[in-house]
């Protein structure tokens, strides 16, 4: 059973690969641009205190406040761009989050998700920041359920993405298992009908991951598989080390192979 469920694991991995592959590309482009930035940014932060930190985020909150409710005149994907990039100095900026938190994150998605919820990179960001960083999941669940009301199944392509993302916080932050479920179901749906290379594997695992939910709510392995979704999308390091942790504390093992990628082992008992 554990060889099956193994096999099962490095299937659902590699269908990801692609489309998250683009997804990093695309990230660590514009990472690389804000690189010099952040690091100034983290450099100053090392100095500054947290007071004023406080400060400069209140200001930055006014700033996204007006952004919620600004017209667009015509430039909506245009904010949503540019407010991303101000989320990735915010989150980039680890000694300043570290002296103060990450409860802007909702603030910067609301303001991007409302501007184009079709930007279907930054459903992942969400639900990393605002859930697993700020302690915020019931926000982020509100956030993607705000943006997928204008998605529809190829529009845009990879739409399904953003229904497991939903799953991801219903389950592992909510503990909402039936709900997850129903995320995990519609994104098994929509990857049906979907013409990107892959999709049929990712409805397949998102079906399989409807599966042992519906055998068993408690379902560590549907766990370890919502993890290691969060592992193929981590944007950095410490969120990497964060999801290999919880899929060893659920009774797997992450093995790292000379490719890079991961190897996981499903639990031993469901």
């Known amino acids: 059973m554990r060889t099956v469920l193994r096999a099962a694991f490095n299937r659902d991995w590699k269908p990801v690969i692609v489309p998250i592959a683009l997804t990093l590309i695309f990230g660590g482009a514009i990472a690389s641009l804000q690189f010099p930035?952040?690091?100034?940014?983290?450099?100053?932060?090392?100095t500054v205190s947290a007071e004023k930190i406080h400060q400069e985020t209140e200001v930055e909150r006014a700033r996204l406040s007006l952004l919620k409710n600004l017209p667009g005149f015509g430039f909506n994907n245009l904010i949503a761009d540019w407010s991303f990039l101000g989320f990735l100095q915010y989150f980039g900026d680890e000694p300043a989050r570290t002296k103060t938190d990450y409860s802007l994150s909702s603030d910067y998605f609301e303001v991007i998700l409302r501007r184009d919820p079709y930007f279907l990179n930054t459903y992942t960001f969400a639900s990393t920041s605002i859930s697993l960083y700020a302690g915020m999941p019931e926000k982020s669940v509100a956030l993607i359920k705000q943006g997928l009301q204008s998605?529809?199944?190829?529009?845009?392509?990879?739409?399904?993405?953003?229904?497991r993302q939903l799953g991801i916080d219903q389950l592992l932050f909510l503990g909402d298992a039936q709900a997850a479920r129903q995320s995990f179901q519609t994104a098994a749906s929509w990857a049906r009908l979907s013409s990107l290379p892959g999709s049929s594997d990712i409805a397949e695992s998102s079906q399989q991951t409807v599966d042992f939910l519906t055998r068993n709510p408690n379902s560590k392995t549907a766990q370890v598989s919502a993890w290691t979704m969060i592992l193929s999308t981590a944007p950095d390091d410490r969120t990497q080390k964060m999801a290999i942790d919880r899929i060893e504390a659920l009774g797997s093992k992450v093995v790292k192979t000379p490719s890079g990628t991961y190897s996981i082992q499903a639990p031993a008992k469901d």
Request: aromatic fraction near 14%; avoid cysteine.
């Open 151 to 163: 998605l529809k199944p190829n529009v845009p392509p990879g739409s399904y993405y953003a229904w």
């Open 37 to 46: 930035q952040i690091q100034r940014l983290a450099n100053r932060s090392q």
